[in-house]
């Protein structure tokens, strides 16, 4: 997977905190929708 300035994101699906709640959540379930992804990879972590 690689992702390129200017192209389509390719399709991953991740475990996401939403709605109250841990769940799957895949890149085509929000087609056609504008989408941010924000990544904290420090959260729960001893860094």
């Given amino acids: 997977m690689e992702a390129r300035v ?5 399709e991953f699906e991740a ?3 939403a709605q109250g709640d841990i769940k799957t959540v895949k890149l085509s379930d ?3 929708q504008w989408v941010i ?3 904290y ?3 729960f972590t001893f860094v």
Avoid at 6 to 10: E, I, L, R, S, Y
Wanted: charge should be positive; proline fraction near 12%; charged fraction near 20%.
């Fill in 6 to 10: 200017g192209q389509a994101a390719p």
């Fill in 15 to 17: 475990k996401a905190y």
């Fill in 30 to 32: 929000y087609k056609g």
């Fill in 37 to 39: 992804l924000y990544f």
């Fill in 41 to 43: 990879p420090g959260d």
